[in-house]
């Protein structure tokens, strides 16, 4: 059962746009959530995360918003660059246990110069 | 400062084979992850590690084993290798308690045939 889910596989941008992508989850018990961003033949990268505690947190081009009662999550990129085209998985985790990190599926973003 | 490394990169095995995979961090993280990512599926925990001489179930740990008899590193092992275990497997780490970002290896690719 996948506890957190991005419904979009893939998404294609302008250069110098907006990129939006989405991320639901399903555990109320999670209170932690993080953005990671992938290249081809490469490990995950930590990008941006959120607590629970804030509906908001920006760091750059970067922007990540939580609506906890929609269990919903968005990572904005504004502007868009070439350099941003990867796969992006959100992530989720409950502060209290192990902290594990649930992993959804990923969106393949394209920014088009 | 490597970071987070894995050993090998690549790898084909023939059903029935045995293997295992290294991972190694120089960050004196405390914790330590082993994941698999199979096409839509994200990427899923197989085992983890809250400390040398430690190890837990993830969500998917049936046909691996592993072990932490070093800080800084983390043995996933395969001891009779399935076509389902086809996978990129990542390594992680993370400093422990308080700090929920995990810092991933380059992946290894395994083919089982």
């Known amino acids: 059962d996948q506890q957190v889910k991005q419904n979009s596989p893939s998404l294609s941008v302008q250069e110098g746009r907006i990129s939006i992508l989405n991320c639901d989850y399903t555990n109320s018990m999670f209170d932690y959530f993080l953005w990671y961003k992938k290249y081809p033949a490469e490990g995950p990268t930590f990008l941006i995360s959120?607590?629970?505690?804030?509906d908001k947190n920006e760091d750059g081009r970067f922007t990540v918003f939580l609506n906890k009662s929609a269990k919903h999550l968005s990572l904005h990129i504004v502007p868009s660059q070439p350099g941003d085209s990867a796969v992006y998985f959100c992530?989720?985790?409950?502060?209290?246990?192990?902290?594990?990190?649930?992993f959804g599926t990923g969106t393949r973003l394209t920014v088009i110069p | 400062n490597a970071g987070v490394t894995q050993t090998p990169k690549f790898r084909v095995l023939k059903t029935g084979q045995s293997m295992t995979l290294l991972c190694a961090q120089d960050?004196?993280?405390?914790?330590m992850y082993w994941y698999r990512q199979d096409p839509g599926m994200g990427l899923r925990l197989i085992h983890y590690s809250v400390g040398e001489g430690t190890t837990a179930k993830g969500e998917v740990p049936d046909g691996y084993n592993v072990s932490r008899l070093k800080k800084q590193n983390f043995l996933l092992g395969l001891e009779s290798a399935a076509p389902s275990q086809t996978s990129v497997y990542f390594c992680a780490s993370r400093p422990g308690l308080g700090a929920y970002e995990q810092y991933f290896g380059p992946g290894t690719r395994l083919t089982v045939t």
């Open positions: 992530a989720a985790s409950s502060l209290t246990g192990a902290n594990n990190l649930f």
């Open positions: 960050m004196n993280h405390e914790y």
């Open positions: 959120i607590s629970s505690i804030k």
